[in-house]
């Protein structure tokens, strides 16, 4: 999601060049100049020919006035361009920085959540994934293929991979049915986390729900696409009511990775405002600047409660920030989970949110970048306007 780091990074302006203000020195030897030749030029003029005696009474009108009159327009001139040039700067650097105020209030536009599933090998439902967030929930036991399965949602262990990744889809899509039937609000969007083949199941699935998805997702990759899903939600031009961001994990049968894979799903549906979490926009990290710049997206004076990471390389640019990293047994209970690591850190980070009743912060690597987001109670915050 290149286009979705370039949204993220701070708005380049072209700088706006200060004239330099007029001096007086070259002001007066240009009167000067122009003075001198107009009267060189008269008294070459009268040297020409006899002058009557109103014109030899007229010389010094001759000779001085049309010279200061031309030192008089090109002085003009000159501090009239530096005034219009001041005007113009002041001008484009007030329109700049109207825009930037205009882009530091948007990026703290965030998605509230609505609903939310989340799937593991450890966390199958809504009592098992709330056991997990607070750490009663046992590891899940390593399986010799190679594979953490999602073992309470699926009993048919046994069953091929083809198998496997369609009962997972049957039962998102029941799970999704019942939003989408019992929701007061209805999605206008899909971003879509998985193979093109698993979504073309999927749709297949809804079909026997009455529900018709699109042939593709408007929208297909990791966590960067939160920038385009929160955009959308706050796009006035073209509102829109939610957006549903899915997720499918199901790994073939390996036994030689030395870390087992895992099956996983997630369902969450985004909206503009109501839920009890607010989603903020997350930062490619690589530097301090950007840990300030996630704190300033979720309008955080100070480091938030904790930080849940899947990244190991960027923690040392949060623990100088101050920010406290929350212990987890990430490789224990998830696995490699693949393209779905940063969503299950993102969707992990909310159960402490809700846990904690306060901001938590989220690191995980996607497309071999680390990104950096916080997950926040539900706060309206303003509309920045352009």
Known sequence: MDAAQRHASTPAYAAVPLATPPRIWPCLLLSVVLVAGDALLTLWWFSQGTPSTAQREQFWWYALLPGCLLAGIAVSLRLAWYALWQLYAAVQQHTQAEHHTWWLRCRQESASVRESMLWGPACGDTHSRDR??????????????????????LSVSPASWNDRQNTILATLAKALATWLHGNPIQACGFAWCGSAEAWSGLRVQ???HGLNLPPHPQLEGGVAMLEYIIDRLHDETRPVEA???????????DASRSVPAAEAAFAIMLSRHGGAFRLHRPVPLSDRQHVQRTQDNAALDEAPAGYLSASGQANALLEDAGWPLLEQAQQAYWGELGPLQAWVTLLCAMDQANLNERATGWLAKDNEQ?????????????????
């Open 370 to 386: 680390d990104w950096l987001g916080i997950v926040t109670p539900a706060v309206p915050l303003a509309k920045g306007k352009p």
């Open 132 to 153: 997990l967030a607070r750490g009663l929930h046992a590891a899940p036991p390593q399986a010799k293929e190679g594979v953490l399965r999602i073992v309470d949602v």
């Open 206 to 208: 809804m079909q026997q």
């Open 243 to 253: 957006i549903i961001c899915l997720g499918l994990h199901c790994p073939a049968s």
